[in-house]
């Protein structure tokens, strides 16, 4: 079983910047792909940011690419998702999510790829 715990979210400005933490336990985190969503409400989930296990092939959702970096930290079983240039459409409850095949490029957009979720975290951007 894999744990996911989601930190970082807050209020902050248009244009302003956080970096959200997905802290994975559980399992052996390396062979993971690990993925990022979030859902607004009255809204689908959404796909935003995914990083394979090897290579680590990297895929953005277009409306995030230039803003958001996803990257991992294996040895502290930890993905993150640095986001700058924050708009208001970005305000949504973010949440991470784990892939235990490692993941491919082109798999990394859907969610039901991943087996794991974790509960989220909020963020809101004021404009």
Do not use: H
């Amino acid at each position: 079983q894999v744990q996911l715990v989601e930190s970082g979210g807050g209020l902050v400005q248009a244009g302003g910047s956080l970096r959200l933490s997905c802290a994975a336990s559980g399992g052996t985190f390396s062979r993971y792909a690990m993925g990022w969503f979030r859902q607004a409400p009255g809204k689908e989930r959404e796909f935003v940011a995914g990083i394979t296990s090897s290579g680590p092939y990297i895929y953005y959702t277009d409306s995030v690419k230039g803003r958001f970096t996803i990257s991992r930290e294996n040895a502290k079983s930890t993905v993150y998702l640095q986001m700058n240039s924050l708009k208001p459409e970005d305000t949504a409850v973010y949440l991470c999510a784990a892939d235990t095949s490692g993941g491919v490029m082109g798999g990394l957009r859907f969610r039901n790829n991943y087996e794991y979720w974790g509960q989220g975290t909020q963020v809101t951007v004021s404009s």
